[in-house]
Nanobody
Framework: QLQASGGGLVQAGASLRPSCAAS????????MTWFRQTPGKERDFVAG????????HYADSVKGRFTISRDDAKNTVYLQMNSLKPEDTAVYYC???????????????????WGQGTLVTVSS
């Protein structure tokens, strides 16, 4: 089970660090990703990290502002979000790709293991 937390309401330019904690089984062997979704739109890829943290991949819209990381000792993945913009407002979901250790897939349909989401709201 994946549990996302750490969202909130912040002003533009601020930072947040949502986390995604896994329980019940380790996710240390899986690619882990963050997606985000706004009402009426599809779930969009934000960032992904390989099983050992050696490979990361970001959506162009967040590159240079967001950093994904993982702490396998805590079975947790983080998304450090800096210089937040109003267009970053969304529900953020974490997902595990139990079929991959290094290939980061950006399409949500490839994932079958999702957290419940945490809301990030950025005011202007």
């Amino acid at each position: 089970q994946l549990q996302a937390s750490g969202g909130g309401l912040v002003q533009a330019g601020a930072s947040l660090r949502p986390s995604c904690a896994a329980s019940g089984r380790t996710v240390s062997s899986y690619v882990m990703t963050w997606f985000r979704q706004t009402p009426g739109k599809e779930r969009d890829f934000v960032a992904g990290i390989s099983y050992n943290g050696g490979i990361t991949h970001y959506a162009d819209s967040v590159k240079g502002r967001f950093t994904i990381s993982r702490d396998d000792a805590k079975n947790t993945v983080y998304l450090q979000m800096n210089s937040l913009k109003p267009e970053d407002t969304a529900v953020y979901y974490c997902a595990a790709d139990r079929h991959s250790t290094v290939r980061i897939t950006t399409t949500p349909g490839a994932y079958d293991h999702w957290g419940q989401g945490t809301l990030v709201t950025v005011s202007s």
